[in-house]
């Protein structure tokens, strides 16, 4: 297929169309740029204009215009993806959901909103109805809840209700179709995961809906532990324990906190590993009680007794991909990786990594609820020197170390995640996206069904 650009542009022109390059190279951009192989790879990879549709019918008019003249499309949120998710491989449209950014509805126990609205506005306004949010990204003042979705896994609020993949988190999404004449579904059930975590290869998410819970009254607290492994240990008693509301808890290996979190030093001491944790208000001193019991941990800071006037960041925009940014602010070297560390070995592989790597591999957990079973997913900080090295380091971790690694190095949707093709998805893309129009070259299922991953080969651009 050859896309013809002019003809499609022109087909659109009343919409609300931006091709000014600077502008357009800008949202063609995510945050790939956290990873020194990505940043190298897809640079240069930039649309041919920019579509931003206001309602519904103008993302179907989009969809089909483009369509017909074989334009690729990429649909595109806040940009706070870290993988070039977000990116325009084959250049083509960028499909801006910043015009669907409407809250549609707040009911007792869901809250229903547009792909493009602000997590962080779901949120307000599901506090000024007394109800809250189950999770959100680090990201919530700038992510879209359509991006979260079709981007993310997990995030703040895992340790009570686990990642975006437990069936109890999204309710029903509505998706338009790329096709002659677009379809509009909705997915609802088991059908959700036809489109949840599909980079937007399959469908335009153009409307969410989400279970939501009576809101709590949250407080941070920061708290300082004489180790990692201790860290780890207070971290699981605490998800754990039914005396305490747990909303976060993550944990930080020592240099991280007082190396890179500049406005909290002050209240940390060097050399401490550090649990930042938010639970309610309620709770607040059954969590106090469990580490003044716990040898080794110190309350550092309580956001509840703060000065009056002084502001802090969230403890949320210390933790999960908040970590690396802070990381890359002091030193641009820093990058980072993402992997599970199964609970029962928990101990044993920190010690493994600690005696292997050093201080080239920083720990950092989020820790979440699988299944029931408080367990962390870790979000380390690398020293990058060279990208052989670092391919190493993911070598070594998951075939001498038996940690699966989520490579964060990589764009396409199977390299990223199980390493292995979804049928599901491949076959939902199939029937909504029949040219492969929609974000092409994110999954490798598409070119390659029967594909296998090669250690140390990275699929995009191999050819």
């Given at each position: 297929m050859t896309a013809d650009i002019a003809a499609c542009k022109q087909a659109l022109a009343h919409l609300d169309i931006d091709d000014n390059p600077a502008t357009v190279q800008q949202k063609s951009r995510d945050f790939y740029w956290y990873s020194p192989i990505l940043r190298e790879l897809i640079q240069d990879v930039t649309a041919d204009f920019v579509v931003a549709p206001r309602t519904v019918e103008e993302v179907a008019e989009v969809l089909a215009a483009c369509w017909k003249y074989d334009v690729p499309v990429t649909t595109r949120g806040g940009g706070t993806g870290n993988y070039g998710q977000a990116m325009p491989l084959a250049g083509g449209v960028v499909l801006h959901t910043k015009h669907l950014n409407r809250i549609l509805?707040?009911?007792?126990?869901?809250?229903?909103?547009?792909?493009?609205?602000?997590?962080?506005?779901?949120e307000h306004a599901l506090r000024e109805k007394g109800r809250e949010i189950r999770l959100f990204p680090s990201t919530t003042a700038t992510a879209t809840i359509g991006g979260f979705i079709a981007g993310g896994s997990s995030g703040v609020g895992a340790i009570r209700w686990g990642g975006l993949r437990n069936p109890k988190n999204i309710r029903r999404l509505r998706l338009v179709t790329m096709e002659e004449t677009p379809r509009i579904l909705d997915l609802t059930g088991e059908d959700i995961s036809k489109a949840a975590h599909a980079y937007g290869v399959n469908g335009v998410i153009v409307e969410?809906?989400?279970?939501?819970?009576?809101?709590?009254?949250?407080?941070?607290?920061?708290?300082?532990?004489?180790?990692?492994?201790?860290?780890?240990?207070?971290?699981?008693?605490?998800?754990?324990?039914?005396?305490?509301?747990?909303?976060?808890?993550?944990?930080?290996?020592?240099?991280?906190?007082?190396?890179?979190?500049?406005?909290?030093?002050?209240?940390?001491?060097?050399?401490?590993?550090?649990?930042?944790?938010?639970?309610?208000?309620?709770?607040?001193?059954?969590?106090?009680?469990?580490?003044?019991?716990?040898?080794?941990?110190?309350?550092?800071?309580?956001?509840?007794?703060?000065?009056?006037?002084?502001?802090?960041?969230?403890?949320?925009?210390?933790?999960?991909?908040?970590?690396?940014?802070?990381?890359?602010?002091?030193?641009?070297?820093i990058t980072y990786l993402q992997m599970l560390v199964p609970r029962a070995v928990m101990y044993e592989k920190v010690r493994q990594v600690k005696e292997r790597f050093g201080d080239e591999l920083l720990l950092h957990f989020e820790f979440?609820?699988?299944?029931?079973?408080?367990?962390?997913?870790?979000?380390?900080?690398?020293?990058?020197?060279?990208?052989?090295?670092?391919?190493?380091?993911?070598?070594?971790?998951?075939?001498?170390?038996?940690?699966?690694?989520?490579?964060?190095?990589?764009?396409?949707?199977?390299?990223?995640?199980?390493?292995?093709?979804?049928?599901?998805?491949?076959?939902?893309?199939?029937?909504?996206?029949?040219?492969?129009?929609?974000?092409?070259?994110?999954?490798?299922?598409?070119?390659?069904?029967?594909?296998?991953?090669?250690p140390g080969k990275i699929f995009l651009f191999s050819e």
């Open positions: 509805k707040i009911a007792d126990d869901h809250v229903v909103a547009q792909g493009g609205a602000i997590v962080e506005h779901i969410v809906e989400l279970p939501v819970d009576p809101a709590t009254d949250w407080v941070d607290v920061l708290i300082g532990v004489d180790s990692f492994e201790n860290s780890c240990r207070l971290a699981v008693a605490i998800g754990e324990s039914d005396a305490i509301l747990s909303r976060m808890v993550s944990n930080f290996e020592a240099p991280i906190p007082a190396a890179y979190f500049l406005r909290h030093r002050p209240f940390l001491k060097e050399g401490e590993a550090l649990l930042a944790v938010t639970v309610s208000t309620a709770t607040i001193d059954r969590l106090v009680e469990l580490v003044e019991s716990f040898d080794g941990a110190t309350v550092r800071l309580r956001y509840d007794r703060l000065e009056p006037g002084k502001k802090l960041p969230a403890a949320f925009e210390l933790a999960w991909n908040h970590t690396t940014l802070r990381a890359l602010r002091v030193d641009p070297t979440t609820r699988f299944d029931g079973v408080v367990a962390p997913v870790a979000l380390p900080l690398v020293r990058h020197t060279t990208n052989a090295r670092l391919e190493e380091i993911i070598l070594t971790l998951e075939q001498e170390f038996g940690l699966p690694v989520f490579n964060p190095h990589r764009i396409t949707l199977e390299e990223g995640g199980m390493k292995r093709v979804n049928p599901v998805h491949l076959e939902f893309k199939r029937q909504a996206d029949p040219k492969g129009l929609l974000n092409p070259g994110k999954m490798i299922a598409w070119v390659d069904p029967d594909w296998v991953p090669e």
